[in-house]
C-alpha cells in the first residue's frame, strides 16, 4: 500500500497544471482582442471615424417590392433627400440650400415649381458639420468640416442613367448583346417630364431582336424598375453597381429568371 502513498499529490499536480494551462488558454484567447480595455494590445481608436461633411443625395423610387432608395446620386426628377451619414448625439449641421439655412442631419425638398422650360438645372447645396474633437484618436483637428455639392435636374427622362443603350451577357455566357430602354413620346421624340402619352420602349431586350413598347419600366438615377407580371413583360431591376458604370439586371421574363451584366455605350 505504501506505493501508492503520493497518488493524491500526483492528481492535484496534475489538476492544477490543468487549470493553469486552460487559464493561460483564456488569457491567450481574450488578450489578443485589440477592442478588450483588459487586453495589452488595446486599442481605443479602433471603430473610431472623424465625421466629415459628406452629403447622400437620394430620391425615392416606388417598386413592386415597395419603396425603395436608390444609392448616392447627382441626377434627379424632382425629389431629393439630403442626409449625412453622421447622425449622432453633438454632431450639428447646417445647411445651406439657395436661401434656405436648414439644421438636421436630414431633409427633403420637392422641385416641382422648376418647370421643363427652366431645365436642365444644376443646384448646389453645402453642409457644415460641427462635432467633438476626440484627442485621444486624431490630433490637430477643429471638429467642423465642410463641403459642397452640385447636383441636375433632368428635362428629359433619358438624362437618366437607367435609360439608354447598353451592352449586356448573360450570366455564364460570353455572347455579349446591345440592347437600349428609351422613354419616348407617340411621334418617337424623347419625352420630357410632365409630358402626355409619354411611352417606355425596349429595343432587343432580353436578346430578342423586337420592341417591347408601352411596358412597365420606371426609373431613378441608379435603379431601373421592371413591374411587369414577369411574363409577357418583364418582372425585376436594373442597377447602377458602382462608379465605373456597370449595371446588374435581375429579372423574370417569360416566367423564367435571369441576370445579365451591362455596361452603358450611349
Request: net charge negative.
Amino acid at each position: 500500500m505504501k506505493r501508492f502513498k503520493y497518488i493524491p499529490t500526483i492528481f492535484l499536480a496534475a489538476g492544477l497544471a490543468f487549470v493553469f494551462y486552460a487559464c493561460c488558454r483564456d488569457d491567450d484567447n481574450t488578450c489578443s482582442d485589440p477592442t478588450n480595455p483588459e487586453c495589452p494590445n488595446y486599442d481605443p481608436c479602433i471603430g473610431v471615424i472623424e465625421p466629415t461633411a459628406e452629403i447622400i443625395l437620394q430620391e425615392s423610387l416606388h417598386t413592386f417590392e415597395g419603396m425603395k432608395w436608390p444609392g448616392n446620386d447627382s441626377v434627379f426628377l424632382n425629389h431629393v433627400q439630403f442626409s449625412s451619414p453622421y447622425q449622432d448625439d453633438g454632431i450639428a449641421h447646417t445647411w445651406y440650400l439657395g436661401s434656405e439655412v436648414i439644421h438636421d442631419a436630414v431633409f427633403s425638398r420637392s422641385h416641382q415649381s422648376i418647370s421643363p422650360q427652366n431645365r436642365p438645372t444644376y443646384i448646389t447645396v453645402s453642409h457644415v458639420i460641427e462635432f467633438p474633437v476626440d484627442s485621444t484618436c486624431y490630433i490637430n483637428i477643429s471638429g467642423r468640416d465642410s463641403t459642397s455639392q452640385t447636383y441636375y435636374l433632368i428635362r428629359y427622362y433619358n438624362e437618366y442613367m437607367t435609360l439608354g443603350e447598353f451592352r449586356a451577357v448573360f450570366e455564364n455566357q460570353t455572347d455579349s448583346f446591345d440592347f437600349k430602354l428609351s422613354a419616348i413620346n407617340l411621334d418617337g421624340s424623347d419625352a420630357q417630364i410632365y409630358g402626355n402619352n409619354i411611352t417606355m420602349i425596349a429595343v432587343n431586350f432580353h436578346n430578342e431582336g423586337d420592341s417591347l413598347t408601352g411596358f412597365r419600366y420606371s426609373v431613378r438615377n441608379s435603379l431601373g424598375n421592371f413591374d411587369g407580371d414577369g411574363s409577357a413583360n418583364p418582372r425585376g431591376f436594373l442597377t447602377k453597381t458602382d462608379e465605373f458604370g456597370i449595371y446588374k439586371l435581375e429579372y423574370q421574363y417569360g416566367l423564367e429568371y435571369y441576370t445579365l451584366m451591362a455596361r452603358k455605350i450611349d
